[in-house]
């Protein structure tokens, strides 16, 4: 094709029809073998790496005990066929998320990812049992520490040139980084001493940052159910949460993949701060214009909402604001996400406090519901000397990345028993602690059962903490 411009005539560079970024894309239909095997049709150069490299390492995610807040099993098992169909020798390790303890070996279980990994002759590795290594990332000026495990620097960054790393994510919307795929998924590669981050408007920085370091040579994204409402919807709220796309995508782009799971969304991708720093990263294409989708992609019509759905919170809950919230609220909405869980789930109550936020008043602090619960590295900084000596009940959780510290406070002040909340038989849960610690698990007991941080006082105080406190803010 000829360019004119002002009577001069242009001749395209024999490459520049090449420049476009490729993102395939299939319906599903419920075989996720064909729709995989169609997708990576649009992906020839992947295909002839695939075939020749003798190492892959595949990237999942076992958050849950049930899809999509889990890697579907169908779609690991169409992967590894595939994988083993092209290559029947490579040697593959599939990574599990290093989250919750060890809940990753659990849900691993219950839903058969490990062993369809086993059945395929790979080896599925928790990342929760690996030591973790301190890296700083970051531009040279402005730099900050964080843990990821020693599996992903053995055996993924050392090797980098030798292997394929195959990032699969599921699409969803999320109420901090208003989408969850395959960018923000690869935070699941973050020691647990490094999650609090993400629960602070710095997250979209930091999923810029991880994916600097380690970028995938392909993403596959899971858009058949999408989770709306930007959080993990309580069980009998699913139904009502889960949105039928029927998507496959799969890029060796990973912003590509992305930016069009966003179209897929229907969300305004200036609301994505991550996409917007990857571009600037020039780590890849988020442009529309930019990028062809080949195969089948059709969006619906309507927009997928991300923004949090509460509306069965139990009514005894006192909030205590402090005045500078902004660095805060997106730990306030995770709070708020696990309290209606417990209360739709599980039928928790309320009669707590929750203290939140920063600069506080003195007023806001008297007279306050016990138990209390303090959360957050400000609340606990601002407050936690002076609602120690001044309460009787108190937990404190400085750090709400240890997630399974924060359900169990959460579960405990709303009279959810241990077994109750996970759902597990005790002995299956006991001999999964056990195997865990047989392969290098650093808790001596799952964390979500565990004693949490909560102080008591022998004496009780003399106060209305068992009369109706009107929330404070």
């Known amino acids: 094709m000829l360019i004119i411009t002002e009577n001069i005539i242009h001749f395209p560079l024999e490459n520049e029809a090449m420049e476009k970024t490729i993102v395939s894309s299939q319906r599903i239909d419920g075989d996720y073998k064909q729709a995989l095997m169609q997708v990576l049709k649009h992906l020839p150069d992947f295909k002839k790496k695939l075939k020749h490299t003798k190492q892959i390492v595949i990237r999942i995610s076992s958050e849950h005990f049930f899809y999509p807040l889990c890697t579907s099993p169908d779609l690991l098992l169409a992967l590894l066929t595939v994988i083993r169909m092209h290559n029947p020798h490579a040697v593959i390790h599939v990574m599990d998320n290093h989250l919750r303890a060890h809940f990753a070996r659990l849900v691993s279980k219950l839903t058969g990812l490990a062993q369809i990994s086993q059945s395929k002759k790979a080896r599925h590795i928790f990342l929760d049992e690996k030591r973790e290594v301190q890296l700083m990332l970051g531009p040279a000026n402005n730099t900050h520490p964080v843990l990821f495990p020693s599996s992903l620097i053995k055996s993924v960054k050392a090797h980098r040139k030798e292997l394929l790393y195959i990032n699969v994510a599921n699409v969803r919307t999320h109420h901090n ?6 960018m923000a998924g690869q935070l699941g590669w973050l020691g647990r001493s490094s999650r609090g981050i993400m629960y602070t408007p710095l997250v979209h920085r930091l999923i810029g940052e991880a994916l600097e370091y380690i970028q995938p040579d392909l993403t596959i994204l899971d858009a058949n159910t999408v989770l709306a409402h930007g ?5 009998s709220s699913l139904e009502e949460m889960s949105i039928q796309l029927n998507h496959l995508l799969a890029s060796e782009d990973v912003v590509a993949a992305d930016r069009m799971a966003i179209e897929l969304l229907g969300i305004d991708p200036k609301a994505v701060q991550h996409l917007g720093i990857a571009q600037e990263l020039k780590l890849g294409n988020s442009d529309l214009k930019k990028i062809e989708i080949l195969g089948e992609f059709d969006p619906p019509e309507f927009q997928i909402p991300w923004s949090p759905l509460i509306k069965d919170l139990p009514t005894h809950i006192d909030i205590i ?10 730990l306030l909405a995770q709070a708020m996400e696990f309290m209606h869980i417990m209360r739709r789930d599980f039928g928790g109550h309320g009669y707590f406090t929750l203290v939140i936020g920063n600069g506080f008043q003195d007023e806001q602090l008297n007279n306050l519901r016990e138990p209390v619960v303090v959360l957050g590295h400000h609340a606990c900084t601002q407050v936690g000397e002076k609602l120690f000596r001044d309460v009787m009940d108190v937990f404190f959780i400085p750090d709400p990345g240890q997630i399974d510290q924060f359900v169990g406070v959460i579960r405990k002040v709303m009279g959810v028993g241990k077994y109750q909340f996970l759902g597990v038989n005790p002995f299956r849960l006991w ?3 056990f195997w865990g610690r047989l392969h290098g698990l650093h808790y001596r007991i799952p964390r979500v059962l565990m004693r949490t941080r909560q102080y008591k006082k022998k004496k009780p105080a ?3 903490a068992q009369q109706p406190v009107a929330a404070k803010s």
Request: proline share 11%; hydrophobic share 35%; glycine share 8%.
């Open 177 to 182: 980084t208003v989408i969850q795929a395959g």
């Open 231 to 235: 959080m993990i919807p309580p069980d």
């Open 321 to 330: 604001i402090g005045a500078n919230m902004s660095v805060d609220e997106p």
């Open 431 to 433: 001999r999964s602690m």
């Open 462 to 464: 003399q106060s209305s």
